[in-house]
């Protein structure tokens, strides 16, 4: 079975990590591509998401042996502490809070569908019911001290785009919407370089910079956009799975880079320690390297083995762009 590499963050070890969706075992790589995986006691399945903690910790999200999902924080070293329940939901890896983001208070904060979760490193849950029929998708910290997610909003057939903001003691509102022909489908807030926030909107063929004093909004037409990075020149990194590619992305243009490897759907990226960019391609069972010059370095993850287990991911190609 392929290894399917989720999202991607950076530890405060200045290795890259990410969960193997749908096994136990998270995974830590150098920038040399040195891979070291370790099991995650208790877990059954994780998910997608990944973050970087405020406690030195990398946390994950999935279902335990009790079929429960729970949270876990993962030490430099890969011992694993199971943090907190979040309770029972269906078995199904698509039912999983996929934004989690380590919050200005060190605490860590999760888009959980209906809610927002706060859990502090000792594991104290605190719950916050979004309401409005939005499903909230992903959190960031913002430059004002608050916390900012996207949600999907409405009836499912016609879904339309909010944006929220929460602050340290739970209290959330609605700051910007919009409404559009067809299902808008926000993913993947960030905070920028330039102060602001940015997220993408599939479903809209867009990207948004939202200004947060005063909150404010400017739409970019962007087909297929999916998650974003951001570089260390005031630029982001776009994902753009239906192209096979990734993009670098100004206030006033855009490249792209197209994969090279066949069948590549590209997913989540992050800013590395080494400045450059690295994204996950789930289908391949692949790790990759962009730099700033569009230079691609793919690393093939391989088959599932028992963890842990400490082998070198071998470079699958080398393109320049």
């Known amino acids: 079975m392929t290894i399917r590499p989720g999202d991607i963050a950076v530890g405060m070890d200045g290795n890259l990590w990410f969960p193997e969706v749908g096994t136990g075992l998270v995974a830590r790589m150098t920038t040399a591509g040195f891979v070291t995986e370790f099991a995650v006691a208790g877990a059954a399945a994780l998910g997608q998401a990944i973050s970087a903690g405020p406690d030195g910790r990398v946390w994950v999200v999935g279902f335990g042996a009790d079929s429960k999902v729970h949270v876990w924080a993962v030490g430099v ?124 909107d599939n479903g809209y063929s867009e990207l948004v910079r939202v200004a947060t004093s005063p909150v404010g909004r400017t739409n970019v037409p962007f087909v297929g956009a999916s998650r974003l990075a951001a570089g260390s020149e005031g630029d982001l990194w776009i994902t753009v799975p239906a192209r096979r590619s990734i993009a670098r992305f100004f206030s006033t243009s855009s490249t792209e880079f197209e994969l090279p490897t066949p069948l590549s759907i590209p997913f989540s990226i992050a800013a590395g320690p080494d400045g450059n960019l690295w994204f996950t391609e789930p289908d391949v069972g692949v790790v990759g390297r962009i730099t700033p010059q569009g230079e691609v370095r793919e690393f093939v993850i391989g088959m599932l083995t028992p963890a842990p287990l400490r082998r070198n991911l071998a470079a699958r190609l080398v393109e320049n762009r």
Not at 98 to 112: K, T
Not at 153 to 169: D, I, K, N
Request: glycine share 14%.
């Open 77 to 200: 070293s890969g011992a694993a502490a199971d943090v907190v329940s979040l309770g029972e939901r269906t078995p199904v890896l698509s039912f999983l809070p996929s934004g989690m983001a380590a919050g200005p208070d060190r605490n860590v904060w999760i888009a959980n569908l209906s809610e927002i979760d706060r859990i502090s490193p000792s594991g104290q849950l605190s719950r916050f019911p979004i309401g409005e029929d939005a499903i909230a998708t992903s959190i960031a910290s913002g430059p004002d001290g608050n916390l900012w997610f996207v949600a999907s909003l409405g009836a499912f057939g016609s879904r339309g785009q909010g944006v929220f903001r929460v602050s340290t003691g739970g209290s959330i509102s609605r700051v910007l919407d919009e409404s559009q022909p067809g299902i808008s489908s926000p993913t993947s807030i960030i905070a920028g370089k330039d102060g602001n926030l940015w997220f993408a």
